[in-house]
């Protein structure tokens, strides 16, 4: 396996009308790619059990190695993730006594630092430790809702809180380290580059030309400006478990992506990260 494949599923009516911008699927990308994995979708979808269901079941059927959704873990009645997980692998959720544990010493670490002056574990607060049946919760260091993990036999499903700060703390905690060791020794080389005075349809033929000399690195190109006023940002990038063959590959292209530019007029220089 060339790296583990990866969907992100974030969940939330608020991002479909625009209210919130969806920084969450750009940070865990990031992060995911970082250390080998490789996302091959990311789907946006609203507060809805059979929505949620279907995303799921489209996922597991082709086969990637994790699917992380993103919202919807929270007491109130629009937070609907786990239900949605339950019915697409089928089974119930039910009351897990190892998140309703971390639930309850959280409400009480609130009340003892003052933060609430409610211990007991009410309905909404029980919501949060109902998971699918055979589901594993994940610690949350930065708030109440525990993650879930839910193993199949090719995909691990894994639901994060949508609050940037828990969803992050999470996945540094306990998903990284999930992630990296499915990757294995895999690593990702990154390099951009700012052309100026070549037209984008000048410059599309050069990267075609250099990436079939270097079929192992991709080239993706980003115009800044219009067809009057070119600028553009070439990034160009690859995946390996070896960092030594990796980096040589990656300057190899950048010194040939340059040369070819420059012998049509343009202007590159290399943007520091």
């Known amino acids: 396996m060339l790296s583990s494949t990866i969907e992100i599923v974030t969940i939330g009516n608020e991002l479909l009308i625009g209210k919130i911008v969806n920084t969450n699927a750009q940070w865990l990308s990031k992060q995911i790619t970082n250390i080998g ?7 946006t979808i609203a507060d809805d059990v059979e929505e949620i269901a279907s995303v799921l079941k489209e996922a597991i059927s082709r086969g990637s190695n994790f699917v992380i959704t993103i919202g919807g873990l929270g007491p109130t009645f629009d937070d609907k993730t786990l239900t949605g997980i339950a019915k697409a692998i089928n089974v119930e959720l039910e009351l897990n006594d190892e998140a309703l544990r971390m639930v309850k010493e959280k409400y009480s670490d609130y009340s003892d630092e003052g933060h609430s002056s409610r211990k007991e574990l ?14 594993e919760p994940i610690f949350n260091p930065e708030g109440t809702a525990p993650g879930v ?55 599309a033929p050069l990267i075609d030309r250099t990436m079939k ?13 219009g067809e009057t006023k070119s600028k553009i940002q070439l990034h160009i990038s690859i995946t390996s478990s070896d960092s030594k063959e990796a980096k040589k590959r990656l300057v190899k292209t950048i010194i040939e992506i340059s040369e070819l530019i420059q012998e049509k007029g343009g202007k590159i220089r290399k943007i520091q990260r």
């Open 149 to 203: 993990l839910f193993r199949t036999r090719e995909t691990r499903i894994i639901a994060l809180p949508g609050v940037p700060s828990e969803m992050k703390a999470i996945f540094k905690d306990s998903v990284k380290k999930m992630i990296r060791k499915a990757v294995g020794k895999m690593l990702f080389f990154e390099s951009t580059l700012e052309v100026k005075e070549i037209p984008e349809p000048d410059l």
């Open 37 to 43: 994995g490789r996302i091959t979708r990311i789907t």
């Open 213 to 225: 000399d270097n079929p192992l690195v991709y080239i993706k190109s980003h115009p800044k400006g």
């Open 122 to 135: 009410t309905p909404h607060r029980i919501k949060m430790a109902k998971i699918p049946k055979g589901a």
